[in-house]
């Protein structure tokens, strides 16, 4: 597609249980990151990919958050154990490089940790 | 990257002009003043920025003061579609520099 896609878009989970989310960047895009936005609050920066140099893992909340990005291309961030205040919802954006400040979104993963 | 304020919320009348304030008083040099909007429940879009000079694209139009201590963010003909929040952020146009989200403008467009 044309745009950044993020499945799933709606993701309900039990406490304790671990989820992944997907990311498919737009084609042609070297930088890729993860933000998520908790109900009525601002964007908080996860973690970003900048083409095979080391991602910068400064915004991950805790050891249980992890990301990978296979061959430059589709990520997926993982969270283990999911606790309760983990219900967010996840943002994706990619780039044409890491200095450009022009990133696209994607429409989110809403998740639900019950 | 140095910090911005905006006003917490304005509303502005549908097929006019809105005008939204950024202050950016700490801001240095080499940072780029950057503009992006958050319609409810999509992600957020990026609308313009620029550096000193006043930039004008098909979204909107980014007036940068002399001083760069602050800018404005001209929708010139506002539609109920413009609703949303609008976040003013800068940054240094350089590798590793991520962008920090603040609270933003809530803006609402009445008819």
């Known amino acids: 597609g044309a745009g950044v896609s993020q499945s799933p878009s709606n993701k309900v989970t039990e406490k304790g249980k671990d989820v992944e989310l997907r990311c498919d960047p737009i084609s042609g895009h070297t930088a890729l990151y993860w933000y998520r936005q908790s109900l009525g609050q601002g964007l908080e920066f996860l973690i970003y990919f900048q083409g095979n140099s080391a991602p910068d893992k400064s915004g991950l909340p805790s050891d249980r958050f992890s990301a990978e990005r296979t061959g430059g291309s589709v990520s997926t961030l993982t969270i283990q154990r999911t606790q309760q205040e983990d219900s967010a919802v996840y943002l994706c954006?990619?780039?044409?490089?890491?200095?450009?400040?022009?990133?696209?979104f994607g429409e989110g993963s809403r998740l639900t940790v019950l | 990257d140095a910090k911005t304020t905006q006003p917490p919320s304005m509303d502005c009348a549908e097929g006019r002009a809105a005008n939204l304030p950024c202050n950016h008083s700490?801001?240095?040099?080499?940072?780029?003043v950057y503009w992006y909007r958050q319609i409810h429940s999509q992600g957020p879009q990026y609308i313009i920025h620029g550096l000193k000079n006043n930039e004008t694209n098909e979204m909107a139009s980014l007036i940068i003061t002399e001083d760069r201590k602050s800018s404005t963010l001209i929708l010139p003909h506002a539609t109920l579609r413009d609703t949303a929040v609008y976040y003013c952020?800068?940054?240094?146009?350089?590798?590793?520099?991520?962008?920090?989200f603040g609270g933003g403008t809530r803006v609402l467009v009445k008819p």
């Open positions: 952020i800068v940054r240094v146009k350089a590798a590793g520099n991520k962008l920090t």
């Open positions: 954006a990619s780039s044409l490089g890491i200095v450009t400040g022009e990133l696209f």
């Open positions: 700490t801001i240095s040099g080499n940072e780029y």
